[in-house]
């Protein structure tokens, strides 16, 4: 309804009176939404007298009011505190906010409720614009080279960026440095690494980059390389002794490899040796042995040897064909068969010449014999044929002690006798002939 003073003239219209006025809460703090009773109403107006808001009543549904902030009345600027000297009071109503000398921090507005600064640090210019870092630089980059349309210095683009990207590149193409920085496009430069090369021999220029053939390097995580299986490279065998076209130092073939042959050759004075007689080659040579008039240690070397005249064993022991040795011990007047002699399956006789020696320790007293005698066998049984020769020497002590040649079975055995009260030690060799 209209509202005039109490004269009704038009130059005392007094504007609409509301028949429903909103109320107006004055409380120390903001509503909640429990604050829904019957006393408040839509459009209803809080004022929060301690944070200075004013809030209106939009909507109660359920009991649960919803309070929609309205306006924050603001108050005077009292003081600014920064982050050292305390709080700073207004003179004429203002505080100034000033950057260092020669422009090293700035400030600006940044608009209603917003002020930004920023700060240059070689050249570069950091800004904190809405609360973002925002990095822009005034001069230029240097590079170790470049090439167009890339330049050097490198310079921002318009928007004050200069784009930075990491490469590798072949080896050889940077140098010692194995790292460079370098422009190939306006307002760009790229962080170079090489690649690494091979080469023969220690060369700096050479580093770079690289990554390792699995069937031959491990890695681990740290980056660390050793060879697959562990252990050093050999890359190259010395010999003692080279014929070309074989090399000393033996290398490697292309694929890495060293060939190994076995070899026997003639008596050479040295037994055993290694030997390059073609490239990427070398041979184990072990010498035949040969014939000398007394001991010779150059002469060693393998042999073969007549089955008529000797016996190889298993092992390789090798004795005379129809010889053999032993030993025995007696205590007291007892026997002892130092050698037994297997006859053989072929029927036949066998001349033996036989020589025992026996050692007694207490006294000391010695004895010797020298036997000839034959035995013959029908290849499944042996006889003594008589009578055995025998030559005697003994100490007198041993003059009880005997040696001779027996049969039992088909084996020939040099049979001894010790004497009683004493310990005897006893050794013989046997030499034969055989006649079927």
């Known amino acids: 309804m209209p509202h005039f003073t109490s004269s009704y003239t038009p130059l005392q219209y007094l504007g609409q009176r509301e028949s429903n006025p909103p109320g107006v809460w004055e409380r120390p703090r903001s509503p909640t939404t429990s604050d829904s009773s019957q006393i408040y109403s839509?459009?209803?107006?809080?004022?929060?007298?301690?944070a200075n808001n004013i809030y209106i009543l939009s909507d109660v549904t359920n009991n649960v009011a919803t309070w929609v902030l309205a306006?924050?009345?603001?108050?005077?600027?009292?003081?600014?505190?920064?982050?050292?000297?305390g709080a700073i009071a207004p003179a004429a109503g203002n505080i100034n906010i000033q950057g260092g000398a020669a422009g090293a921090i700035s400030f600006s507005n940044g608009g209603a409720g917003q002020m930004d600064a920023a700060v240059q640090v070689d050249g570069v210019t950091i800004s904190i614009v809405a609360n973002e870092l925002v990095a822009a630089s005034s001069g230029n980059v240097n590079v170790d080279g470049f090439a167009g349309p890339g330049t050097d210095p490198v310079v921002p683009d318009g928007t004050g960026q200069i784009t930075v990207t990491g490469g590798q590149v072949a080896a050889g193409t940077v140098g010692a440095n194995v790292i460079r920085t370098f422009s190939a496009a306006a307002n760009t430069y790229t962080v170079q690494i090489q690649r690494s090369a091979a080469v023969a021999g220690s060369?700096?220029?050479?580093?770079?980059v690289c990554h390792f053939d699995s069937a031959a390097f491990a890695v681990d995580a740290n980056g660390f390389v050793t060879l697959a299986g562990g252990g050093l490279a050999i890359d190259q065998v010395a010999v003692q002794a080279a014929t070309g076209p074989g090399t000393n130092p033996v290398l490697p073939t292309g694929a890495g490899q060293i060939t190994i042959n076995g070899a026997a050759v003639a008596a050479q004075s040295i037994p055993l040796r290694s030997h390059s007689i073609a490239a990427n080659t070398l041979q184990l040579e072990v010498q035949r042995a040969a014939t000398s008039t007394g001991t010779d240690a150059t002469s060693q070397g393998v042999a073969s040897f007549?089955?008529?005249?000797?016996?190889?064993?298993?092992n390789g022991y090798v004795e005379l064909l129809g010889g053999a040795t032993g030993t025995a011990q007696t205590v007291g007047a007892v026997t002892a068969d130092v050698i037994t002699f297997p006859m053989g399956a072929v029927a036949g006789t066998r001349a033996f010449d036989v020589t025992v020696a026996g050692f007694e320790a207490t006294g000391p007293s010695g004895c010797g014999y020298s036997i000839i005698a034959s035995v013959r066998?029908?290849?499944?049984?042996?006889?003594?044929?008589?009578?055995?020769d025998i030559t005697v020497n003994e100490d007198a002590a041993l003059a009880a002690a005997?040696?001779?040649?027996?049969?039992?079975?088909?084996n020939a055995i040099v049979r001894v006798t010790g004497v009683a009260g004493l310990t005897i030690e006893w050794s013989a060799t046997l030499q034969s002939v055989f006649a079927s």
């Open 203 to 208: 060369a700096s220029a050479n580093n770079g």
């Open 71 to 85: 306006a924050v009345v603001g108050g005077a600027l009292n003081t600014l505190t920064g982050d050292v000297g």
């Open 377 to 388: 066998t029908t290849g499944a049984a042996a006889t003594s044929v008589p009578t055995p």
């Open 402 to 410: 005997s040696a001779t040649v027996v049969v039992a079975g088909n």
């Open 306 to 314: 007549s089955d008529t005249q000797f016996t190889v064993d298993a």
């Open 42 to 50: 839509l459009g209803d107006i809080w004022v929060d007298t301690v």
